[in-house]
């Protein structure tokens, strides 16, 4: 694989130029993904135009009909309720990680691993469970009286963000917890010299500083929200279907390869959009 | 002193608080599924009525959870072995290519992290039908190998950026080949990262649920996608046995990186 650039030893040591040969070590990687990437890609897109016939026709019954709509609408909601929600939680905890002695805050990191890398149906079983009808968090909260009948707290909205939110936490807390422990604590005492509050520091210098972190975060979040299928579909009901379920369902029951492809390109556009705003803004060296 | 502890003030109880209750959140699902998997309840009582490890048999006689598993360590160690095959030799064009466009090359060799895996899934399902290759070995490998690349691409850049070209040459200047310089010195020098891409590699197959579900056949399914039609069915216990199995799984990987890292930390 390196037959290139071995033919010579001394080449690699004279002034590199632009030297196309030195690609060559990347083709198979680049066939392998061109092959089953681009062209099942490629061909997607063209089913979107030309099934059930030629035309826009798929894009134009997408936007403009009313239960696709709705789900388009479902969609943007309940990724910004979990980008929301996500945020609101982890700015206190990604701050108590920055300020805690390393011992205690290795143990939480350990924590957060290992919520992170357990298999995901795992975890969404294990909420599908406690938030039931009959679950642990119902006969808990009816036994101490706070409520009569059982919540009705899966299959709807309460249980896709829960679910969801459970799994975004740590893309949050890990790039904001970087973000907050690089604040130059001086910057902090200045201001507190010149007599400010704890809430002005806060709100004026510290909440601004960790702007970059929380943009990242939420991008992330927002972004993955959008395009998630295995939680919403577990966890989720009927009235609050996402996009990605809606293009399994098109495509595996109702065989309609030419809306839910074109379902696809539309989700697809907007990932890209809400992806080059990210890269735009944080720039493309501090992605990963 | 919004960043110092001791002299936070009261504020720092209703931190303390909230960060107690997130460790409880995020610990909550995976405890409970362990205590669930050992409980003797089919209706998942809770707290269970007695203790059993019927759960545990109930997947080890039975040869659709074992095979399911079998597919999934076949499927993931291809994969990463088919990872590290090609994305070793891109990391290195990545690194060390001085041609226009390298970082959209870099940008596509990512791409498969951005698009939404559901869109991969069924453009690769059309694909698969297309060839009358569903449910078969190689539509699993091919599927999972898109989005362990990715992990794999990053992990070896990361790691050959840090590395200094001039050792390699210094090796090729005493006398050694291309050849010998680059397993005798470079790849020892970045086994580390080499490693991470295994590893990711290894995880991305082993835990993609979107992508399998797609590819698999009556016939051919791996453990994520066995889950996910019985799940669709009901919520048997079974389940919470696999489940606390592959946790166990996710704590073993864990001191085995906190170890490595620790030994080879710099």
Known sequence: MFEAISNNPYRSLRAPRVDLRRLRPALPALIFLFVFMVVPLSSLLLLSVTKPEIGLGNYISLLGDATYGRVLLNTFTIAAIVTLVTLIIAYPVAW????????????FFAIILLSMWTNLLARTYGWMVLLQRTGVINRMLMEIGLIHQPLPLINNLVGVTIGMTYIMLPYVILPLH??????????????????????????????????????????????MALGYYVTPALLGGTANMMLAEMIAQQVQSLLNWGLGSAAAFILLAVTLIFYAIYVRAIGLGRVR | MLLNLNRMGPGRYVLYAIGVLTALFLLLPVVFIAALSFGSSQWLQFPPPGWTLKWYAAIFNDPRWMDS??????????????SIVLGLPAAFALVRGKFPG??????????PMIVPVIILAIALYAFVLKFGLNGTFIAF????????????????????????????????????????????????????GIFSAALF??????????????????????????????????????????????????????????????????
């Not at chain 2, 390298?102 to 791409?111: P, Q």
């Not at chain 2, 990053?154 to 680059?182: H, M, Q, R, Y």
């Open chain 2, 102 to 111: 390298r970082t959209v090359l870099h940008a596509f060799f990512i791409s």
């Open chain 2, 69 to 82: 598993i079998w597919t999934s360590v076949k499927v993931a160690f291809t994969v990463m072995v088919l």
């Open chain 1, 96 to 107: 108590l990680l920055a300020i805690l002695p390393s011992r205690v805050s290795q143990i």
């Open chain 2, 141 to 192: 490998v091919a599927a999972h190998l898109i989005i362990a690349l990715p992990f794999s691409v990053i992990c070896i850049v990361n790691s050959l950026e840090g590395f200094d070209e001039s050792t390699e040459k210094a090796a090729i200047v005493c006398g050694a080949t291309k050849a010998e310089a680059i397993f005798r010195v470079t790849l020892p020098a970045i086994r580390l």
């Open chain 2, 201 to 266: 590699s290894f995880l991305a197959s082993w835990d993609e649920v979107v992508l399998g579900i797609f590819m698999a056949s009556p016939i051919l399914q791996t453990l994520p996608v066995k889950m996910w039609t019985t799940l669709r069915q009901d919520l048997t216990p079974v389940i919470a046995s696999v489940s606390t199995l592959l946790i166990a799984l996710t704590i073993v990987i864990m001191i085995i990186t906190a170890f490595l890292r620790r030994r080879y930390a710099r």
């Open chain 1, 178 to 223: 970087a973000t907050i422990s690089g604040i130059d604590p001086a910057i902090m005492q200045a201001a507190a010299i010149t007599g400010a509050k704890p809430r002005q520091i806060f709100w004026h210098v510290m909440l601004p500083l960790s702007l970059p972190g929380i943009g990242a975060g939420c991008m992330m979040v927002f972004v």
